[in-house]
């Protein structure tokens, strides 16, 4: 069956520029993750989507970071006035309901020039 | 202080070698718990879940100390193929019937032929 999509799967940008990256959970999946990863670093948990609970947004480095979810289906990241310190690989996941484990797309690699 | 903890390593270790990672979390309310590989350049995946009374999937032995609050992974017989970073993942309780997944910085490990 189709897995956790993720696009674009690369992005190239100039400092300043607004990108969104897009996220197509597994279907059914209540939960979806955002997070980011630079090179040769842990995964940093960005922001949680839980069915129509109220986001936790605690993982968002700054107010140019913000996130949307409509019902149970795609997941929108953007990142306004992009710095060079944004370049990172930005993977998102998905969890069925009751779950504890997560599923992980394939990341958008972002890099800001 | 990181909620989940995990030596970075890199553990450097010959084929056929036995080697052991340990993690450690900081909210005792964790509920289930979890071993995630991740590959260079890919996205994690689940290894396999770690139970109370500890638990064996081939090579990959994990266990679980709840009053220490701790977690283990051994790998036996160590392949070429198990190079990768070991991720501890825990999961706890954030509202209404729902968890949230919790991940450590993972530990790299390079098995050498």
């Known amino acids: 069956g189709a897995g956790v999509s993720q696009s674009p799967s690369n992005k190239v940008t100039e400092k300043g520029k607004d990108v969104e990256l897009r996220c197509d959970p597994i279907s059914g999946h209540t939960a979806l993750y955002w997070y980011r990863q630079r090179l040769g670093q842990g995964l940093e948990f960005l922001i949680y989507?839980?069915?129509?609970?109220?986001?936790?947004k605690s993982g968002l480095p700054s107010d140019r970071f913000s996130a949307e979810r409509t019902g149970e289906s795609v997941s929108t990241l953007t990142i306004q006035r992009t710095q060079q310190e944004d370049s990172a690989v930005y993977l998102c996941?998905?969890?069925?309901?009751?779950?504890?484990?997560?599923?992980f797309g394939p990341g958008t690699r972002l890099l800001v020039l | 202080r990181k909620e989940v903890e995990q030596d970075p390593g890199p553990f450097n270790v010959p084929e056929g070698a036995t080697v052991a990672f340990n993690c450690t979390y900081s909210?005792?309310?964790?509920?289930?718990f979890f071993w995630y590989r991740q590959d260079c350049r890919k996205e994690p995946k689940l290894l396999m879940s770690?139970?109370?009374s500890g638990n064996e999937d081939g090579r990959f032995t994990a266990q679980l100390n709840r009053a220490s609050q701790y977690i283990s992974l051994l790998i036996r017989d160590s392949k070429l193929s198990d190079s990768a970073t070991y991720l501890c993942?825990?999961?706890?309780?954030?509202?209404?019937?729902?968890?949230?997944?919790?991940f450590g910085t993972g530990t790299l490990l390079a098995v050498q032929p």
């Open positions: 996941a998905s969890s069925p309901p009751a779950a504890g484990t997560q599923y």
């Open positions: 989507f839980q069915g129509n609970s109220a986001p936790d």
């Open positions: 993942v825990v999961s706890r309780h954030y509202g209404g019937a729902t968890n949230k997944l919790i």
């Open positions: 909210n005792s309310a964790s509920q289930s």
């Open positions: 770690v139970y109370s």
